[in-house]
């Protein structure tokens, strides 16, 4: 795709070396919603341009096929890049429009690694706020069949999703914290001061404690 003048100014402001997120957001304010400019920015296929664009993006363009074509995209990036844009465009499109949220909750058995992340990742979301969901018990116990056997992005999202039920549905506190014994997933994890570790029967306990729950 040739780059419009406008797309190339941008992309020298954002040379992928110096930029911070903080910078992106404030340039996504100035240019508002722009999806031509969105999709000419992704087709660079830059790092910095394809946060960029996630954020400048008009929700009600957002198809099935083109969702697709994006996960595809993101799927080719290193691993530390494709999870920052996949849960970049989970954070700031797909959880804006009911029509999205429809289609993430229809991902669980996906054959795309990155949509069951999405899938997991929404259900943990619903719950970190301290709403109990009714469907949390079957959640759980799908967890238990699934997650050694996950690929590794999603079963961050399947541990982030049990964490968050632990902590907040006391009568599932046990079962949460013996899936962790379990598997082990993120044993012995080190964390920068602050932050809670993705173990669960650490992380189950230090933020029960937060909210004296």
Not at 56 to 70: R, T, Y
Not at 109 to 117: A, G
Not at 160 to 179: D, M, P, Q, S, T
Request: hydrophobic share 40%.
């Amino acid at each position: 795709m040739k780059l419009s003048s406008k797309a190339e100014k941008i992309l020298k402001q954002i040379d992928g070396k110096n930029t911070k997120l903080g910078d992106l957001r404030i340039l996504a304010k100035d240019i508002k919603k722009d999806h031509e400019l969105a999709l000419e920015l992704w087709s660079t296929e830059h790092f910095f341009a394809r946060q960029l664009a996630i954020l400048i993006m008009d929700k009600k363009l957002l198809s099935e096929e083109a969702i697709d074509n994006f996960v595809a995209d993101i799927a080719q990036h290193k691993e530390n890049e494709k999870l920052q844009l996949i849960d970049w465009l989970f954070a700031n499109q797909l959880t804006k429009d009911k029509k999205t949220i429809a289609l993430i909750e229809s991902w669980e058995e996906s054959q795309s690694p990155l949509k069951r992340r999405i899938f997991w990742y929404y259900q943990a979301r619903l719950r970190w706020t301290g709403k109990p969901q009714p469907d949390s018990e079957i959640l759980l116990s799908k967890i238990e069949k699934k997650i050694e056997n996950e690929e590794p992005e999603v079963q961050w999202a399947m541990n982030f999703l049990v964490g968050w039920i632990g902590v907040y549905e006391k009568k599932l506190r046990k079962n949460c914290i013996a899936l962790g014994e379990k598997t082990e997933l993120y044993k012995g994890q080190m964390v920068s001061k602050g932050c809670t570790p993705d173990y669960l029967p650490e992380f189950i306990v230090i933020e029960s404690k937060k909210r004296n729950l």
